[in-house]
């Protein structure tokens, strides 16, 4: 790490560095977190100990913080043998009360002094942003592609592919999409229980008032799948193949709901910025799916690449031959808050929430 520009973590409208103060090796990295992180704020903020006061109540025992965090993370505060946890409470003189593992429920922080509160508090918040961005994502926003007539198109193409192009390196039946799952990501997400899950529906819920209605006109989009590209610079070595999406009338409507929305959780905090807009895509082709084919392809959305050994196939003819190939016409009505692994009774991936048109 460059030690002149440390990384930042934002946590509501706060900026704190991440300065490496000494090396120390840990069998897990929720041991000490501690060694490494030191609170600073950016220009205008307060001080770590006097920042977020208003989340702090008075007792008549002194005062106290309630914190929502889901059960997952507890071991993060917690630390190895109770260490951070320990050392959280001795530096801030306070006392943090978590719940039994897998009981979800408020971490409780009390103290004698509201500085003493004020602080611990906003360690755990910037402990368990670090540790957040960490853990696989569990859902997705989605636009569903998976209508009979563009699944009995991309199975045509599949055919024709294996047909003709068999014999390229690397190309087998293994690496298309299912097409029941066949659909656009917008962004990923982790959510950790229920109320996170929730939070994320009630902001779908303020989207369709706020600017979807009037975008969509409480009317369905339709869009058109046609064509395909790939993702990387080698069309030889490919990894990702995908299918182009437009809207038929040719406006920029679908794009524009895909941006505000994933610009509204990310201000929410419930997603993670990865690119100045939505690259809408739908993938027919990775090469995740053959040594794994429940694996999502969404991770070529965020960039993050995959710990799996990946095997490329050569993807010009099929660029060559398939470049223009018309999956057909499609009525989005609705954007789905969708679970990663899961499936529904269609085949497609099972919702917690949706946003509708109409």
Same mark, same amino acid.
């Given at each position: 790490?460059?030690?002149?520009?440390?990384?930042?973590?934002?946590?509501?409208?706060?900026?704190?560095?991440?300065?490496?103060?000494?090396?120390?090796?840990?069998?897990?990295?929720?041991?000490?977190?501690?060694?490494?992180?030191?609170?600073?704020?950016?220009?205008?903020?307060?001080?770590?100990?006097?920042?977020?006061?208003?989340?702090?109540?008075?007792?008549?025992?002194?005062?106290?913080?309630?914190?929502?965090?889901? $059960?997952?993370?507890?071991?993060?505060?917690?630390?190895?043998?109770?260490?951070?946890?320990?050392?959280?409470?001795?530096?801030?003189?306070?006392?943090?009360?978590?719940?039994?593992?897998?009981?979800?429920?408020?971490?409780?922080?009390?103290?004698?002094?509201? $500085?003493?509160?004020? *602080?611990?508090?906003?360690?755990?918040?910037?402990?368990?942003?670090?540790?957040?961005?960490?853990?696989?994502?569990?859902?997705?926003?989605?636009?569903?592609?998976?209508?009979?007539?563009?699944?009995?198109?991309?199975?045509?193409?599949?055919?024709?592919?294996?047909?003709?192009?068999?014999?390229?390196?690397?190309?087998?039946?293994?690496?298309?999409?299912?097409?029941?799952?066949?659909?656009?990501?917008?962004?990923?997400?982790?959510?950790?229980?229920?109320?996170?899950?929730?939070?994320?529906?009630?902001?779908?819920?303020?989207?369709?008032?706020?600017?979807?209605?009037?975008?969509? /006109?409480?009317?369905?989009?339709?869009?058109?799948?046609?064509?395909?590209?790939?993702?990387?610079?080698?069309?030889?070595?490919?990894?990702?193949?995908?299918?182009?999406?437009?809207?038929?009338d040719g406006s920029d409507r679908l794009q524009?709901?895909?941006?505000?929305?994933?610009?509204?959780?990310?201000? $929410? /905090?419930?997603?993670?910025?990865?690119?100045?807009?939505?690259?809408?895509?739908?993938?027919?082709?990775?090469?995740?799916?053959?040594?794994?084919?429940?694996?999502?392809?969404?991770?070529?959305?965020?960039?993050?690449?995959?710990?799996?050994?990946?095997?490329?196939?050569?993807?010009?003819?099929?660029?060559?031959?398939?470049?223009?190939?018309?999956?057909?016409?499609?009525?989005?009505?609705?954007?789905?808050? *969708?679970?990663?692994?899961?499936?529904?009774?269609? /085949?497609?991936?099972?919702?917690?929430?949706?946003?509708?048109f109409s």
């Amino acid at each position: 790490m460059d030690v002149l520009r440390p990384p930042l973590i934002r946590i509501g409208g706060r900026v704190y560095r991440k300065n490496l103060i000494q090396e120390q090796a840990f069998p897990h990295e929720e041991e000490d977190f501690w060694s490494d992180v030191v609170f600073l704020v950016g220009p205008g903020d307060c001080a770590d100990e006097s920042c977020d006061a208003s989340v702090v109540e008075e007792t008549e025992r002194g005062f106290q913080c309630r914190v929502e965090v889901p $059960s997952p993370l507890y071991k993060y505060i917690i630390g190895k043998k109770g260490e951070t946890k320990k050392r959280l409470e001795t530096e801030t003189r306070t006392s943090i009360s978590i719940p039994k593992p897998g009981v979800e429920g408020e971490i409780v922080i009390t103290g004698q002094h509201r $500085s003493g509160v004020t *602080s611990a508090r906003t360690r755990i918040d910037v402990l368990l942003d670090s540790f957040r961005k960490k853990q696989p994502f569990t859902h997705f926003l989605s636009f569903a592609l998976n209508q009979p007539a563009i699944q009995e198109k991309f199975l045509q193409f599949k055919e024709e592919v294996l047909e003709k192009c068999s014999k390229d390196h690397g190309v087998s039946s293994s690496l298309f999409q299912n097409p029941a799952k066949l659909h656009l990501t917008l962004g990923t997400l982790v959510l950790l229980s229920e109320q996170e899950i929730q939070k994320a529906c009630d902001l779908l819920e303020r989207c369709k008032e706020d600017f979807v209605d009037q975008i969509t /006109g409480g009317k369905p989009l339709t869009v058109e799948v046609a064509g395909v590209e790939y993702m990387n610079d080698d069309p030889a070595m490919m990894d990702v193949l995908y299918a182009k999406v437009h809207m038929k009338d040719g406006s920029d409507r679908l794009q524009m709901i895909a941006d505000q929305l994933v610009e509204r959780f990310v201000a $929410s /905090g419930l997603m993670l910025k990865e690119w100045d807009r939505v690259k809408l895509h739908a993938t027919v082709m990775n090469t995740l799916f053959r040594k794994d084919p429940t694996e999502e392809r969404n991770n070529t959305m965020t960039g993050k690449s995959s710990f799996k050994e990946r095997e490329s196939f050569n993807g010009r003819n099929i660029l060559k031959l398939f470049e223009d190939f018309y999956f057909g016409e499609v009525q989005l009505d609705s954007v789905c808050l *969708s679970q990663r692994f899961s499936s529904d009774a269609s /085949g497609y991936y099972a919702t917690s929430g949706q946003l509708c048109f109409s």
